[in-house]
């Protein structure tokens, strides 16, 4: 005779218990799969995404340069900075300036500060947390009148020690910046009411550093049900939630949480973002699913250089070589041709980070250089025109006497056909250079030097005593003692060559130049001084 088998109550609820939570794990295994398909969705229209926010921001900025009230203006600035303030750190900082502006114009305090605000922000976001330190201390806080803009200063303050935190990671002074950024949380905690999706997310946060995971995943769950997935703090809050679960040992919900994240950053799109990099962790190191690890730290890599973030790019910087281990370990069966693909791959990976933290930090060198060199050709132009002038009277001028020259030739080659001796004799004597021809000479040559530089009056005045400064009558270019130097200017020293361009005798020249010397401020280096004047640099 068989019995059958007699299952205790106690033993029937164990065997329960243990098929629904079987089944549990196997429903979130499969809402994880959708969630992968969804976010590779988002993944494929990547660039797509990214283009139309690009042609949106476009729309923005040919607004803004359409309107001509400031208030309007400053507006449009906002708005831009809003939105790239998580999309691109130099398209941020840009606008913020030009707000500045407007705000400095409108004498707008409030306006002023709260650009200082998102100003600090974006340098504590994209790596500079000195200037950010610097940009905060600088806020009038007695300006802020509008509640949100207070919220938003103790939470940059808290954004800034956090990140620095995060950058330093082991250094000594990591420890102190953690205090400082919750000692700024527990005063958000205690001025954002805990009734709204921020407040509870900085409950939340509190907890979370205090080490109370419990109270910490409820106030996350309730201030993400809450929100919209297309809201930035949706995305946060679910990132920082997957980190309690990952404490938790709780993978499943990690790995849940952190697509969640990852899709919500993608399909905004926001390029300052932490989720790709996590999931890279996570699949590498739990999943073991490699190559899907390393594409989401390459999209990682993408968005950081995207946005110019400094910290982000360190972050993966410490995760790659983790990633390229455990692929390495995992494929360590296979043959030689893998081994070496392995190594290429992470060498790859690890020369674009240095490409990418190079780029970065010469991006502000570069902009000063472009600006340099913008600004030198301007020079180069400018030097180029007044050549371009001085040749065109210098030739006129050389055409003019040699039109002269012509004609006396001609005049005394028909004197001596015409054997007129004594009337050549008389032209000879008599054609020496008029008053007229000795002005006309002076005009042109004051003209031509002047054109060339512009400024030389006013300089050489600069060299003299106030009361020996030379005033030019009504109409004159130069006189004689500013010709003779302007011939020094030209680099022509020697005396008897001044004097017979002058029609002087070397003695007259000589003593202007004794004259001129006497009355200079700097005696011992008057004629060198007069040589550098209107330098082209």
Same mark, same amino acid.
Do not use: W
């Given at each position: 005779m068989h019995h059958q088998p007699n299952h205790s109550p106690k033993m029937?609820?164990?065997?329960?218990?243990?098929?629904?939570?079987?089944?549990?794990?196997?429903?979130?295994?499969?809402?994880?799969?959708?969630?992968?398909?969804?976010?590779?969705?988002?993944?494929?229209?990547?660039?797509?995404?990214?283009?139309?926010?690009?042609?949106?921001?476009?729309?923005?900025?040919?607004?803004?340069?359409?309107?001509?009230?400031?208030?309007?203006?400053?507006?449009?600035?906002?708005?831009?900075v809003e939105q790239y303030l998580l999309f691109n750190?130099?398209?941020?900082?840009?606008?913020?300036?030009?707000?500045?502006?407007?705000?400095?114009?409108?004498g707008n305090e409030e306006y002023i500060n709260k650009n200082r605000i998102v100003n600090a922000y974006i340098l504590a976001t994209s790596g500079h947390y000195s200037d950010a330190k610097q940009m905060l201390e600088d806020v009038r806080t007695a300006a802020l009148t509008d509640k949100k803009d207070v919220v938003l200063y103790y939470e940059t303050w808290r954004w800034?020690?956090?990140?620095w935190e995060a950058y330093l990671k082991d250094d000594a002074k990591a420890a102190r910046y953690a205090e400082r950024g919750d000692a700024y949380l527990d005063t958000l905690c205690s001025i954002v009411p805990a009734t709204t999706a921020d407040g509870l997310y900085f409950k939340a946060e509190q907890q979370w550093r205090r080490g109370?995971?419990?109270?910490?995943?409820? +106030?996350? $769950?309730?201030? *993400? &049900?809450?929100?919209?997935? #297309?809201?930035?703090?949706?995305?946060?809050?679910?990132?920082? =939630?997957?980190?309690?679960?990952?404490?938790?040992?709780?993978?499943?919900?990690?790995?849940?949480?952190?697509?969640?994240?990852?899709?919500?950053?993608?399909s905004i799109p926001l390029k300052e973002n932490l989720a790709m990099q996590e999931l890279a962790r996570f699949l590498s190191r739990k999943r073991l699913d490699h190559t899907r690890a390393q594409r989401y730290l390459v999209y990682a890599v993408e968005d950081a250089i995207y946005y110019n973030n400094r910290l982000r790019l360190t972050e993966i910087a410490r995760k790659l070589p983790n990633i390229a281990l455990g692929y390495q370990e995992v494929e360590?069966?296979?043959?030689?041709?893998?081994?070496?693909?392995?190594?290429?791959?992470?060498?790859?990976? +690890?020369? $674009?980070?240095? *490409? &990418?933290?190079?780029?970065? #930090?010469?991006?502000?060198?570069?902009?000063?250089?472009?600006? =340099?060199?913008?600004?030198?050709?301007?020079?180069?132009?400018?030097?180029?025109?007044?050549?371009?002038?001085?040749?065109?009277?210098?030739?006129?001028?050389?055409?003019?006497?040699?039109?002269?020259?012509?004609?006396?030739?001609k005049t005394i080659e028909r004197k001596v056909k015409a054997h007129q001796t004594d009337d050549l004799l008389q032209l000879l004597h008599t054609n020496r250079m008029k008053d007229t021809d000795t002005k006309e000479f002076?005009?042109?040559?004051?003209?031509?030097?002047?054109?060339?530089?512009?400024?030389?009056?006013?300089?050489?005045?600069?060299?003299?005593?106030?009361?020996?400064?030379?005033?030019?009558?009504?109409?004159q270019l130069l006189n004689t003692e500013l010709r003779i130097m302007a011939f020094l200017r030209l680099g022509i020293?020697?005396?008897?060559?001044?004097?017979?361009?002058?029609?002087?005798?070397?003695?007259?020249?000589y003593n202007y130049r004794s004259v001129l010397k006497s009355h200079a401020i700097d005696k011992d280096n008057f004629e060198d001084n007069v040589a550098m004047l209107c330098e082209v640099n």
């Open positions: 029937r609820s164990t065997r329960h218990i243990t098929m629904l939570l079987l089944l549990a794990l196997m429903s979130c295994s499969h809402d994880n799969d959708q969630l992968y398909d969804q976010l590779e969705q988002h993944l494929a229209k990547r660039q797509e995404v990214t283009k139309a926010k690009e042609e949106h921001l476009a729309s923005v900025r040919r607004r803004l340069d359409a309107c001509k009230d400031e208030n309007s203006r400053y507006a449009f600035c906002d708005s831009l750190a130099d398209s941020a900082e840009k606008y913020i300036e030009k707000a500045m502006v407007i705000a400095q114009g409108l800034t020690y956090n990140t109370n995971l419990k109270a910490a995943e409820e +106030l996350y $769950l309730k201030c *993400i &049900a809450m929100l919209n997935p #297309s809201n930035r703090r949706y995305a946060s809050a679910c990132c920082a =939630l997957a980190m309690v679960y990952e404490t938790q040992k709780r993978d499943d919900d990690f790995e849940r949480y952190m697509l969640l994240a990852a899709i919500s950053d993608q360590e069966a296979q043959d030689t041709r893998h081994n070496i693909i392995i190594a290429i791959i992470s060498l790859l990976a +690890l020369g $674009l980070l240095g *490409i &990418a933290i190079y780029a970065t #930090s010469q991006n502000h060198k570069l902009k000063t250089q472009r600006t =340099l060199r913008i600004a030198l050709n301007e020079k180069l132009k400018a030097t180029n025109r007044s050549r371009e002038k001085y040749v065109s009277l210098f030739i006129g001028l050389c055409a003019a006497y040699i039109d002269k020259y012509n004609k006396f030739q002076f005009m042109n040559f004051d003209r031509a030097f002047l054109n060339l530089y512009p400024q030389f009056v006013d300089e050489f005045n600069g060299l003299m005593m106030p009361e020996h400064r030379i005033e030019l009558k009504k109409d020293k020697d005396t008897p060559r001044i004097a017979t361009l002058l029609m002087y005798s070397a003695q007259t020249i």
